[in-house]
């Protein structure tokens, strides 16, 4: 089983995407979630994850500040997604850190499917067509 935390303040955004990913990789991952970059590190450190998905612009600690503190205290996370819906300078600076996925909202569902399942080396229960 593949843990994923997903870090988004937005209570709305955060419960869709808890939905996406459970309901096109059932059993094959546990989902945690945390409500901004504080909480997400203090989850953080008591776990393990395989993936973290972390929205940007978020109060006390924004992604870019999250992102950066994962690489330098959580190296054995190898996979990060960053998503944003607000500045694409945002993800511009994200992808420059190295970080496997970003992603603009609305969504591309398919596509980030698809992108979950390939770095975590497991298939959806749904059909995705990428063309």
Do not use: C, W
């Given at each position: ?45 008591k ?15 924004e ?26 300078y ?16 609305p969504?591309d ?23």
């Open positions: 089983m593949k843990k994923i935390l997903i870090v988004e303040d937005n209570r709305l955004e955060r419960r869709l995407l808890i939905h996406i990913l459970t309901d096109a990789f059932g059993s094959q991952v546990f989902v945690v979630h945390a409500n901004d970059g504080d909480e997400a590190l203090e989850i953080l450190s776990t393990i994850f395989d993936l973290v998905i972390t929205d940007l612009v978020m109060p006390k600690i992604g870019i500040e999250l992102i950066r503190k994962i690489k330098q205290q959580f190296r054995e996370i190898i996979h990060i997604i960053a998503v944003s819906g607000k500045n694409p945002y993800l511009y600076l994200a992808k420059n850190m190295g970080i496997q996925g970003i992603f603009t909202k969504l569902k398919d596509k980030f499917l698809f992108t979950i399942g390939k770095l975590l080396n497991i298939e959806s229960k749904q059909s995705i067509s990428i063309l």
